[in-house]
């Protein structure tokens, strides 16, 4: 049985998640339709330069919090996080993808890679780079201003 006051201490536990490189032959629209029937978090996005891996799974472990705010998709709050952008739509063209884009990122829950696969997505190790400037301060500020 689990320690109640250790478990209120430490908080629930955190859900794993991996960032990879994604090719999708078939587009990203026809893979999120296949998408929907499974029940855990994934999104595609777009950098032009890429953030460090751990800035980006440390926005997909906050986006967890997305029922807090008046965003009620947690890729949609997750979108925010990464672009720094408390707007939905000016986050989506920031780092959004098209339907018809066949190469973007994703991050989705660990565990999940023979769904991904089964609908068409392959995903391949990206050396993300290491550097981590302070890029976490932007995601904190968006952050805030969307949980107030």
């Given at each position: 049985m689990a320690h109640p006051v250790r478990e209120a201490r430490e908080g629930p536990a955190q859900v794993p998640y991996d960032a990879s490189l994604a090719t999708v032959p078939s587009g990203i629209g026809n893979a999120l339709g296949c998408l929907k029937k499974y029940n855990f978090f994934h999104q595609f996005f777009f950098m032009?330069?890429?953030?460090?891996e751990e800035y980006i799974?440390?926005?997909?472990?906050?986006?967890e919090k997305f029922n807090r705010t008046s965003i009620?998709?947690?890729?949609?709050?997750?979108?925010?996080?990464?672009?720094?952008?408390?707007?939905?739509?000016?986050?989506?063209?920031?780092?959004?993808?098209g339907m018809n884009?066949?190469?973007?990122?994703?991050?989705?829950e660990s565990g999940h890679e023979n769904e991904l696969k089964?609908?068409?997505v392959i995903t391949e190790t990206y050396l993300f780079p290491k550097d981590s400037?302070?890029?976490?301060?932007?995601m904190t500020m968006t952050e805030m201003e969307l949980i107030n």
């Open positions: 032009e330069t890429p953030f460090p799974l440390e926005a997909c472990r906050r986006s009620r998709d947690q890729g949609a709050y997750f979108m925010c996080l990464v672009a720094g952008r408390r707007n939905i739509s000016d986050a989506m063209k920031l780092v959004g993808c884009d066949t190469v973007a990122f994703i991050a989705f089964n609908c068409g400037r302070e890029i976490y301060g932007q």
